[in-house]
Protein backbone atom coordinates (compact mmCIF):
# COMPACT_ATOMS: atom_id res chain seq x y z
CA UNK A 1 0.00 0.00 0.00
CA UNK A 2 1.20 3.65 -0.58
CA UNK A 3 0.31 6.85 0.36
CA UNK A 4 0.29 10.24 -1.07
CA UNK A 5 -0.79 13.66 -1.09
CA UNK A 6 -2.46 14.96 -3.79
CA UNK A 7 -1.26 17.74 -4.96
CA UNK A 8 -1.89 21.32 -6.41
CA UNK A 9 -1.38 22.71 -9.79
CA UNK A 10 1.83 24.15 -9.08
CA UNK A 11 2.90 20.67 -7.16
CA UNK A 12 2.54 21.62 -3.80
CA UNK A 13 0.93 19.03 -1.52
CA UNK A 14 -2.67 19.45 -0.37
CA UNK A 15 -3.41 18.68 3.09
CA UNK A 16 -5.79 16.23 4.27
CA UNK A 17 -6.75 15.03 0.51
CA UNK A 18 -4.97 11.49 -0.59
CA UNK A 19 -4.38 9.04 -2.87
CA UNK A 20 -3.98 5.47 -1.35
CA UNK A 21 -2.89 2.59 -3.71
CA UNK A 22 -3.41 -0.59 -3.03
CA UNK A 23 -2.91 -3.78 -5.33
CA UNK A 24 -4.64 -2.84 -8.57
CA UNK A 25 -7.31 -0.24 -6.53
CA UNK A 26 -6.85 3.60 -6.35
CA UNK A 27 -8.71 5.31 -4.06
CA UNK A 28 -9.70 8.82 -2.50
CA UNK A 29 -9.46 10.16 0.81
CA UNK A 30 -10.85 13.37 1.95
CA UNK A 31 -9.01 13.64 6.04
CA UNK A 32 -10.25 10.44 7.46
CA UNK A 33 -12.93 9.11 5.03
CA UNK A 34 -12.67 7.43 1.79
CA UNK A 35 -14.49 8.90 -1.46
CA UNK A 36 -14.00 6.90 -3.86
CA UNK A 37 -12.24 3.81 -5.16
CA UNK A 38 -11.20 3.12 -9.12
CA UNK A 39 -10.27 -0.13 -10.50
CA UNK A 40 -9.97 -0.49 -14.02
CA UNK A 41 -12.60 1.68 -15.35
CA UNK A 42 -14.64 0.62 -12.52
CA UNK A 43 -15.74 3.35 -10.03
CA UNK A 44 -17.25 3.45 -6.64
CA UNK A 45 -18.50 6.48 -4.09
CA UNK A 46 -18.93 6.25 -0.61
CA UNK A 47 -22.69 6.92 -0.68
CA UNK A 48 -22.76 9.01 2.23
CA UNK A 49 -20.18 11.18 1.70
CA UNK A 50 -19.11 11.16 -2.23
CA UNK A 51 -21.13 15.26 -2.32
CA UNK A 52 -20.07 16.19 1.47
CA UNK A 53 -18.83 19.41 0.77
CA UNK A 54 -17.31 21.67 -1.88
CA UNK A 55 -13.86 21.08 -0.60
CA UNK A 56 -14.62 17.24 -0.80
CA UNK A 57 -16.08 17.48 -4.99
CA UNK A 58 -13.35 19.42 -6.19
CA UNK A 59 -10.86 17.07 -4.98
CA UNK A 60 -13.02 14.02 -5.88
CA UNK A 61 -13.71 16.15 -9.28
CA UNK A 62 -9.38 16.54 -9.53
CA UNK A 63 -9.63 12.83 -9.09
CA UNK A 64 -11.78 11.43 -11.05
CA UNK A 65 -11.47 13.96 -14.13
CA UNK A 66 -14.75 14.74 -14.08
CA UNK A 67 -17.41 17.57 -13.39
CA UNK A 68 -20.14 16.67 -10.62
CA UNK A 69 -22.76 17.12 -13.57
CA UNK A 70 -21.04 14.08 -14.98
CA UNK A 71 -20.24 12.18 -11.71
CA UNK A 72 -24.17 12.70 -11.18
CA UNK A 73 -25.24 11.53 -14.93
CA UNK A 74 -22.71 8.76 -14.83
CA UNK A 75 -24.83 7.72 -11.25
CA UNK A 76 -27.88 7.97 -12.77
CA UNK A 77 -26.82 5.71 -15.31
CA UNK A 78 -25.29 3.05 -13.59
CA UNK A 79 -21.64 3.85 -14.74
CA UNK A 80 -20.83 4.92 -11.34
CA UNK A 81 -22.01 2.85 -8.34
CA UNK A 82 -22.44 3.85 -4.87
CA UNK A 83 -21.39 1.77 -1.88
CA UNK A 84 -20.44 1.81 2.11
CA UNK A 85 -16.80 2.10 1.61
CA UNK A 86 -16.26 3.45 5.34
CA UNK A 87 -17.91 0.05 6.55
CA UNK A 88 -20.17 2.11 8.61
CA UNK A 89 -22.52 0.01 10.66
CA UNK A 90 -19.93 -3.19 10.63
Not at 26 to 33: A, D, E, G, L
Request: no cysteine; net charge negative; proline share 0%.
Amino acid sequence: MKVENMTNNNGNKIVNQFIIYQDDQIFFQSYNTMIAMVQDHYIELDANYWNYSKTTSKYRNQFLNMTTKEIENAIKNGLITLTDLNHEGA
